[in-house]
Protein backbone atom coordinates (compact mmCIF):
# COMPACT_ATOMS: atom_id res chain seq x y z
CA UNK A 1 0.00 0.00 0.00
CA UNK A 2 1.07 3.61 -0.59
CA UNK A 3 1.47 5.12 2.21
CA UNK A 4 1.48 8.95 2.55
CA UNK A 5 4.59 8.70 4.06
CA UNK A 6 6.21 7.23 0.87
CA UNK A 7 4.41 8.98 -1.25
CA UNK A 8 6.45 12.35 0.83
CA UNK A 9 9.89 10.45 0.72
CA UNK A 10 9.41 10.03 -2.91
CA UNK A 11 7.99 13.82 -3.71
CA UNK A 12 10.93 15.46 -1.53
CA UNK A 13 13.87 15.77 -3.78
CA UNK A 14 11.68 16.52 -6.58
CA UNK A 15 10.15 19.61 -4.31
CA UNK A 16 13.31 20.72 -3.04
CA UNK A 17 15.15 20.46 -6.77
CA UNK A 18 12.31 22.52 -7.55
CA UNK A 19 12.44 25.54 -5.65
CA UNK A 20 16.06 25.22 -6.00
CA UNK A 21 15.62 25.80 -9.76
CA UNK A 22 13.02 28.55 -9.31
CA UNK A 23 12.62 31.02 -12.75
CA UNK A 24 10.67 33.70 -12.77
CA UNK A 25 6.88 32.92 -14.19
CA UNK A 26 5.44 35.88 -16.03
CA UNK A 27 2.61 33.73 -17.03
CA UNK A 28 0.01 35.74 -15.43
CA UNK A 29 0.14 39.80 -14.62
CA UNK A 30 1.47 39.47 -10.91
CA UNK A 31 4.49 38.62 -12.19
CA UNK A 32 6.61 41.07 -9.43
CA UNK A 33 5.22 38.32 -7.09
CA UNK A 34 7.50 35.17 -8.55
CA UNK A 35 9.98 37.95 -8.63
CA UNK A 36 10.01 38.62 -4.95
CA UNK A 37 9.67 34.82 -4.26
CA UNK A 38 12.67 34.11 -5.94
CA UNK A 39 14.39 37.16 -4.54
CA UNK A 40 13.58 35.82 -0.81
CA UNK A 41 14.51 32.61 -1.95
CA UNK A 42 18.10 33.15 -3.36
CA UNK A 43 18.62 35.63 -0.10
CA UNK A 44 19.60 33.22 2.23
CA UNK A 45 21.80 30.71 -0.13
CA UNK A 46 23.76 33.75 -1.40
CA UNK A 47 25.64 34.61 2.48
CA UNK A 48 28.45 32.14 2.47
CA UNK A 49 28.16 32.69 6.33
CA UNK A 50 24.39 31.98 6.80
CA UNK A 51 24.65 28.96 4.60
CA UNK A 52 27.36 27.38 6.84
CA UNK A 53 25.80 28.06 10.11
CA UNK A 54 22.34 26.96 8.71
CA UNK A 55 24.11 23.43 7.62
CA UNK A 56 25.56 23.09 10.60
CA UNK A 57 22.30 23.76 12.53
CA UNK A 58 21.02 20.13 10.64
CA UNK A 59 24.26 18.51 11.31
CA UNK A 60 24.02 18.80 14.72
CA UNK A 61 20.33 18.82 14.85
CA UNK A 62 21.21 14.85 13.20
CA UNK A 63 23.91 14.16 16.00
CA UNK A 64 22.05 15.00 19.03
CA UNK A 65 18.85 12.80 17.72
CA UNK A 66 15.44 12.82 18.51
CA UNK A 67 14.03 15.07 19.99
CA UNK A 68 16.53 17.74 18.89
CA UNK A 69 16.80 17.09 14.98
CA UNK A 70 13.21 18.37 15.26
CA UNK A 71 13.20 21.34 18.10
CA UNK A 72 16.21 22.93 16.15
CA UNK A 73 14.68 23.24 12.97
CA UNK A 74 11.19 24.16 14.52
CA UNK A 75 12.59 27.14 16.75
CA UNK A 76 15.21 28.54 14.46
CA UNK A 77 13.13 29.78 11.32
CA UNK A 78 10.66 31.60 14.05
CA UNK A 79 13.30 33.49 16.33
CA UNK A 80 14.96 34.50 13.09
CA UNK A 81 11.83 35.88 11.19
CA UNK A 82 11.90 37.55 14.69
CA UNK A 83 15.27 38.81 14.20
CA UNK A 84 14.58 39.93 10.37
CA UNK A 85 11.23 41.65 12.06
CA UNK A 86 13.65 43.79 14.43
CA UNK A 87 15.85 44.79 11.27
CA UNK A 88 12.66 45.59 9.13
CA UNK A 89 11.58 48.11 11.81
CA UNK A 90 15.01 49.44 12.14
CA UNK A 91 15.46 48.41 15.55
CA UNK A 92 19.40 48.65 16.52
CA UNK A 93 21.62 45.46 17.02
CA UNK A 94 25.24 46.37 17.19
CA UNK A 95 27.23 43.56 16.09
CA UNK A 96 25.22 41.48 13.81
CA UNK A 97 28.47 40.35 11.42
CA UNK A 98 30.24 39.37 14.78
CA UNK A 99 27.64 37.09 15.79
CA UNK A 100 26.89 35.27 12.55
CA UNK A 101 30.73 34.79 12.54
CA UNK A 102 30.71 33.43 16.34
CA UNK A 103 27.58 31.15 15.59
CA UNK A 104 29.72 29.48 12.50
CA UNK A 105 32.10 29.06 14.99
CA UNK A 106 30.46 28.12 17.88
CA UNK A 107 28.10 25.41 16.05
CA UNK A 108 31.10 24.71 13.97
CA UNK A 109 32.60 23.31 17.03
CA UNK A 110 29.56 21.89 18.54
CA UNK A 111 29.32 19.66 15.75
CA UNK A 112 33.41 19.03 15.65
CA UNK A 113 33.39 18.14 19.45
CA UNK A 114 30.28 16.56 19.33
CA UNK A 115 28.84 18.37 22.15
CA UNK A 116 25.58 17.12 23.76
CA UNK A 117 24.13 19.91 26.14
CA UNK A 118 20.68 19.59 27.04
CA UNK A 119 17.61 19.92 24.69
CA UNK A 120 17.05 23.15 26.08
CA UNK A 121 20.75 24.62 26.41
CA UNK A 122 20.89 23.69 22.51
CA UNK A 123 17.67 25.19 21.40
CA UNK A 124 19.02 28.16 23.18
CA UNK A 125 21.78 28.72 21.98
CA UNK A 126 20.49 28.04 18.35
CA UNK A 127 18.02 30.47 18.92
CA UNK A 128 20.04 33.07 20.27
CA UNK A 129 22.35 33.57 17.10
CA UNK A 130 19.12 32.87 14.29
CA UNK A 131 18.36 36.46 16.06
CA UNK A 132 21.65 37.59 14.20
CA UNK A 133 21.28 35.61 10.96
CA UNK A 134 17.34 36.87 10.97
CA UNK A 135 18.81 40.68 11.77
CA UNK A 136 21.04 40.78 9.06
CA UNK A 137 18.56 39.68 6.24
CA UNK A 138 16.11 41.74 7.43
CA UNK A 139 17.77 45.18 7.28
CA UNK A 140 19.22 43.98 3.96
CA UNK A 141 15.69 43.29 2.36
CA UNK A 142 15.21 45.33 -1.59
CA UNK A 143 12.57 47.75 -1.56
CA UNK A 144 9.56 46.86 -3.84
CA UNK A 145 9.14 43.29 -3.29
CA UNK A 146 5.89 41.66 -2.32
CA UNK A 147 6.68 41.14 1.29
CA UNK A 148 4.75 37.67 2.27
CA UNK A 149 5.90 35.97 -1.00
CA UNK A 150 9.21 37.23 -0.23
CA UNK A 151 8.84 36.17 3.69
CA UNK A 152 7.65 32.57 1.87
CA UNK A 153 11.09 32.25 -0.35
CA UNK A 154 13.36 33.38 2.37
CA UNK A 155 12.10 31.19 5.27
CA UNK A 156 11.87 27.90 3.09
CA UNK A 157 15.59 28.56 1.47
CA UNK A 158 16.78 28.51 5.14
CA UNK A 159 14.38 25.11 6.16
CA UNK A 160 15.71 23.86 3.24
CA UNK A 161 19.57 24.48 3.99
CA UNK A 162 18.06 22.62 7.65
CA UNK A 163 16.48 19.68 5.62
CA UNK A 164 20.15 19.61 3.53
CA UNK A 165 21.87 19.69 6.97
CA UNK A 166 20.02 17.39 8.67
CA UNK A 167 19.94 14.64 5.59
CA UNK A 168 24.17 15.19 5.38
CA UNK A 169 23.85 14.44 9.02
CA UNK A 170 22.23 10.81 8.54
CA UNK A 171 25.65 9.48 7.84
CA UNK A 172 26.45 9.81 11.84
CA UNK A 173 25.10 6.58 12.22
CA UNK A 174 28.52 4.90 10.58
CA UNK A 175 31.57 5.34 12.19
CA UNK A 176 33.18 6.57 9.23
CA UNK A 177 30.61 9.57 8.68
CA UNK A 178 30.56 10.68 12.71
CA UNK A 179 34.49 11.13 11.36
CA UNK A 180 33.25 13.02 8.19
CA UNK A 181 30.77 15.21 10.52
CA UNK A 182 33.38 16.69 12.80
CA UNK A 183 35.82 17.01 10.21
CA UNK A 184 32.86 19.21 8.25
CA UNK A 185 32.17 20.83 11.64
CA UNK A 186 35.79 21.99 11.58
CA UNK A 187 35.67 23.41 8.57
CA UNK A 188 31.93 25.20 9.16
CA UNK A 189 34.19 26.40 12.72
CA UNK A 190 37.16 27.46 10.67
CA UNK A 191 35.16 29.42 8.18
CA UNK A 192 33.65 31.08 11.30
CA UNK A 193 37.19 32.18 11.93
CA UNK A 194 37.63 33.81 8.73
CA UNK A 195 34.49 35.45 8.90
CA UNK A 196 35.12 37.01 12.40
CA UNK A 197 38.67 38.29 11.08
CA UNK A 198 36.70 39.86 8.66
CA UNK A 199 34.08 41.44 10.61
CA UNK A 200 36.64 42.47 13.07
CA UNK A 201 39.69 44.14 10.73
CA UNK B 1 -19.92 -3.61 -28.80
CA UNK B 2 -20.93 -0.27 -30.80
CA UNK B 3 -21.61 -0.75 -34.27
CA UNK B 4 -21.98 1.85 -37.03
CA UNK B 5 -24.87 1.32 -39.17
CA UNK B 6 -24.70 3.08 -42.90
CA UNK B 7 -27.72 5.31 -41.62
CA UNK B 8 -26.45 6.36 -38.41
CA UNK B 9 -23.18 7.68 -39.98
CA UNK B 10 -25.62 9.20 -42.73
CA UNK B 11 -27.24 11.13 -39.80
CA UNK B 12 -24.19 11.79 -38.13
CA UNK B 13 -22.37 13.33 -41.52
CA UNK B 14 -25.83 15.74 -41.63
CA UNK B 15 -25.17 16.86 -38.45
CA UNK B 16 -21.86 17.60 -38.89
CA UNK B 17 -22.33 19.35 -41.95
CA UNK B 18 -25.24 21.68 -40.38
CA UNK B 19 -23.13 22.57 -37.79
CA UNK B 20 -19.90 23.67 -40.19
CA UNK B 21 -22.48 25.54 -42.36
CA UNK B 22 -23.23 27.56 -39.10
CA UNK B 23 -19.83 28.54 -37.57
CA UNK B 24 -20.24 30.45 -34.53
CA UNK B 25 -17.32 32.86 -32.70
CA UNK B 26 -15.24 30.44 -30.74
CA UNK B 27 -14.48 31.73 -27.17
CA UNK B 28 -12.00 28.83 -26.75
CA UNK B 29 -9.21 30.64 -25.37
CA UNK B 30 -10.86 33.00 -22.79
CA UNK B 31 -8.43 36.32 -23.71
CA UNK B 32 -11.77 38.36 -24.31
CA UNK B 33 -13.90 36.72 -21.68
CA UNK B 34 -11.70 35.92 -18.79
CA UNK B 35 -12.04 32.19 -17.37
CA UNK B 36 -16.01 33.67 -16.36
CA UNK B 37 -16.64 34.69 -12.72
CA UNK B 38 -16.45 31.15 -10.85
CA UNK B 39 -13.40 30.31 -12.58
CA UNK B 40 -12.14 33.89 -11.52
CA UNK B 41 -13.45 32.94 -7.91
CA UNK B 42 -11.49 29.52 -7.34
CA UNK B 43 -8.27 30.79 -9.27
CA UNK B 44 -8.50 34.12 -6.76
CA UNK B 45 -7.76 31.89 -3.80
CA UNK B 46 -5.04 29.90 -6.12
CA UNK B 47 -2.78 32.95 -6.40
CA UNK B 48 -3.57 34.91 -3.58
CA UNK B 49 -0.79 33.43 -1.02
CA UNK B 50 -2.55 36.10 1.73
CA UNK B 51 -5.64 33.99 1.50
CA UNK B 52 -4.14 30.32 0.74
CA UNK B 53 -1.21 30.41 3.24
CA UNK B 54 -4.32 30.80 6.06
CA UNK B 55 -6.51 28.07 4.47
CA UNK B 56 -3.18 25.56 4.30
CA UNK B 57 -2.55 26.22 7.50
CA UNK B 58 -5.77 25.99 9.26
CA UNK B 59 -6.18 22.53 7.11
CA UNK B 60 -2.93 21.51 8.22
CA UNK B 61 -4.10 21.81 11.64
CA UNK B 62 -7.53 20.39 11.16
CA UNK B 63 -5.57 17.39 9.52
CA UNK B 64 -3.29 16.73 12.66
CA UNK B 65 -6.42 17.03 14.94
CA UNK B 66 -7.94 14.28 13.28
CA UNK B 67 -10.83 13.19 10.99
CA UNK B 68 -14.15 14.87 13.02
CA UNK B 69 -11.71 18.07 13.33
CA UNK B 70 -11.00 17.70 9.27
CA UNK B 71 -14.69 17.40 8.82
CA UNK B 72 -15.62 20.32 11.24
CA UNK B 73 -13.53 22.51 9.44
CA UNK B 74 -14.21 21.03 5.77
CA UNK B 75 -17.59 22.68 5.51
CA UNK B 76 -17.03 25.44 8.45
CA UNK B 77 -14.23 27.48 6.63
CA UNK B 78 -15.82 27.43 3.04
CA UNK B 79 -19.11 28.35 4.68
CA UNK B 80 -17.93 31.46 6.82
CA UNK B 81 -16.06 32.42 4.29
CA UNK B 82 -18.85 32.63 1.78
CA UNK B 83 -20.90 34.93 4.15
CA UNK B 84 -18.11 36.82 5.20
CA UNK B 85 -18.02 37.36 1.20
CA UNK B 86 -21.71 38.31 0.82
CA UNK B 87 -20.93 40.43 4.05
CA UNK B 88 -18.09 42.33 2.73
CA UNK B 89 -20.07 43.03 -1.04
CA UNK B 90 -22.95 44.46 0.81
CA UNK B 91 -21.31 46.52 3.04
CA UNK B 92 -17.54 46.20 3.42
CA UNK B 93 -14.58 48.64 3.44
CA UNK B 94 -11.03 47.47 4.69
CA UNK B 95 -7.71 46.23 4.28
CA UNK B 96 -6.46 42.86 4.98
CA UNK B 97 -2.32 42.89 5.50
CA UNK B 98 -3.15 42.93 8.90
CA UNK B 99 -5.74 39.92 9.26
CA UNK B 100 -2.89 37.99 7.07
CA UNK B 101 -0.41 38.79 9.29
CA UNK B 102 -2.23 38.09 12.45
CA UNK B 103 -3.69 34.52 10.63
CA UNK B 104 -0.25 33.31 9.48
CA UNK B 105 1.00 34.36 12.83
CA UNK B 106 -1.91 32.43 15.04
CA UNK B 107 -2.44 29.54 13.03
CA UNK B 108 1.51 29.21 12.00
CA UNK B 109 2.07 28.95 15.65
CA UNK B 110 -0.69 26.22 16.61
CA UNK B 111 0.42 24.00 13.72
CA UNK B 112 3.96 24.32 14.81
CA UNK B 113 3.48 23.57 18.69
CA UNK B 114 0.44 21.09 17.44
CA UNK B 115 -2.08 22.55 19.79
CA UNK B 116 -4.47 20.12 21.10
CA UNK B 117 -7.98 22.22 20.17
CA UNK B 118 -11.15 20.79 20.96
CA UNK B 119 -13.68 20.75 18.30
CA UNK B 120 -15.51 23.70 19.03
CA UNK B 121 -12.24 25.55 19.28
CA UNK B 122 -11.09 24.79 16.11
CA UNK B 123 -14.53 25.22 14.66
CA UNK B 124 -14.92 28.80 16.06
CA UNK B 125 -11.55 29.23 14.26
CA UNK B 126 -12.32 28.13 11.04
CA UNK B 127 -15.48 30.50 11.48
CA UNK B 128 -13.42 33.38 12.75
CA UNK B 129 -11.16 33.04 10.00
CA UNK B 130 -13.61 32.54 6.53
CA UNK B 131 -15.22 34.89 8.67
CA UNK B 132 -12.35 37.68 8.42
CA UNK B 133 -10.81 36.73 5.19
CA UNK B 134 -14.04 36.66 3.34
CA UNK B 135 -15.15 39.72 4.26
CA UNK B 136 -11.66 41.11 2.82
CA UNK B 137 -12.15 39.23 -0.13
CA UNK B 138 -15.85 40.57 -0.91
CA UNK B 139 -14.65 44.17 -0.01
CA UNK B 140 -11.91 43.86 -3.11
CA UNK B 141 -14.41 42.24 -5.19
CA UNK B 142 -16.77 44.67 -5.39
CA UNK B 143 -15.51 46.78 -7.72
CA UNK B 144 -15.37 44.63 -10.08
CA UNK B 145 -18.89 43.51 -9.81
CA UNK B 146 -18.19 39.77 -10.43
CA UNK B 147 -19.70 39.23 -6.13
CA UNK B 148 -21.87 36.37 -5.56
CA UNK B 149 -20.37 34.49 -8.58
CA UNK B 150 -16.52 34.89 -7.81
CA UNK B 151 -17.16 33.59 -3.92
CA UNK B 152 -19.30 30.81 -4.79
CA UNK B 153 -15.92 29.49 -6.83
CA UNK B 154 -13.65 30.95 -4.30
CA UNK B 155 -15.96 28.31 -1.75
CA UNK B 156 -15.26 25.78 -3.96
CA UNK B 157 -12.00 25.87 -4.43
CA UNK B 158 -11.08 26.53 -0.66
CA UNK B 159 -13.11 23.06 -0.34
CA UNK B 160 -11.50 21.16 -2.91
CA UNK B 161 -8.20 22.46 -1.18
CA UNK B 162 -9.29 21.75 2.62
CA UNK B 163 -10.21 18.05 2.13
CA UNK B 164 -6.86 17.53 0.02
CA UNK B 165 -4.74 18.65 2.56
CA UNK B 166 -7.19 17.46 5.85
CA UNK B 167 -7.21 13.60 3.55
CA UNK B 168 -3.24 13.93 3.44
CA UNK B 169 -2.54 14.85 7.25
CA UNK B 170 -5.07 13.12 8.55
CA UNK B 171 -3.14 9.90 7.56
CA UNK B 172 0.30 10.79 8.96
CA UNK B 173 1.23 7.84 11.33
CA UNK B 174 5.02 8.36 11.85
CA UNK B 175 6.42 10.79 14.02
CA UNK B 176 8.81 12.10 11.45
CA UNK B 177 5.73 12.82 9.23
CA UNK B 178 4.08 14.87 11.40
CA UNK B 179 7.12 16.69 12.67
CA UNK B 180 7.41 17.79 9.20
CA UNK B 181 3.59 19.53 9.35
CA UNK B 182 4.95 21.12 13.02
CA UNK B 183 8.19 22.72 10.41
CA UNK B 184 5.94 23.84 7.88
CA UNK B 185 3.41 25.64 10.86
CA UNK B 186 7.15 27.23 11.84
CA UNK B 187 7.67 28.74 8.77
CA UNK B 188 3.84 30.09 8.35
CA UNK B 189 4.64 31.72 10.92
CA UNK B 190 8.20 32.85 10.69
CA UNK B 191 6.21 34.20 7.37
CA UNK B 192 4.10 36.07 9.74
CA UNK B 193 6.48 37.62 11.67
CA UNK B 194 8.38 38.95 9.01
CA UNK B 195 5.30 40.23 7.39
CA UNK B 196 4.45 41.76 10.19
CA UNK B 197 7.79 43.73 10.06
CA UNK B 198 7.31 44.26 6.19
CA UNK B 199 3.84 46.15 7.61
CA UNK B 200 5.77 48.32 10.35
CA UNK B 201 8.75 49.28 7.27
CA UNK B 202 5.98 50.39 5.55
CA UNK B 203 4.60 52.48 7.32
CA UNK B 204 7.64 54.13 9.26
Known amino acids: MRTPEKLLRRLLPLLLATLWWTQTLFAHAQHGESASFRTGFQHPVSGFDHVLAMMAVGLWGAQLGAPAIWLLPVAFPMVMAMGGMLGLMGVPLPGTEIGIAASAILLGSAVMLELRPPHVVAAAVVTFFAIFHGYAHGAELPPGQNGLVYSMGFVIATGCLHAIGISVGVIHRWSWGQTLLRTAGGAVAGAGAFFMWRALY | ?204
Open chain 2, 1 to 204: MFRCTRSDAAIAGAIAMAMAMSPARVEAHLNSTGLGPVYDGAVHLLLSPEDLVPAFALALLAGLRGVRHGRSTLFALPAAWLLGGLVGIAAGSGSGTTTTVVSLLVLGTLVASDARLSLTMLTLLAVSLGLVHGFVNGVGMRPFGVGVQALIGLAAALFVLTALVVAFVVQLRQSWSRMAVRVLGSWIAASGLLMLGWVVHARS
